[in-house]
């Protein structure tokens, strides 16, 4: 019962402007100075992730042609061993 109400009612709550200056203001007075360095090493981190994705995509194609290949070379062995290959050619 309590996790449905907690559930029901926390997942309904959005910021609005209101909210959202009270949240802007409280982070000045807590962080001050610091604030552009915080987002300065946000913004850093937000790059390295996404060059991290794009690493990811890079290898999962490189991995993928590599599975293609290996498959296009078991089937070309696999008729050659089988003399399928040199009835096509004549």
Do not use: Q
Request: glycine content about 8%.
């Amino acid at each position: 019962m309590i996790e449905y109400i907690c559930t029901k009612y926390l997942a309904m709550w959005t910021p609005g402007p209101f909210e959202l200056i009270v949240i802007l203001v409280i982070a000045v007075l807590l962080f001050g100075r610091r604030l552009p360095e915080i987002a300065r090493g946000l913004g850093k981190s937000m790059t390295e992730f996404k060059k991290g994705i794009h690493e990811a995509e890079d290898t999962k194609d490189e991995f993928v042609n590599d599975v293609l290949k290996v498959g296009d070379d078991v089937a070309k062995e696999t008729r050659k061993a089988t003399g399928l290959d040199e009835e096509n050619k004549h």
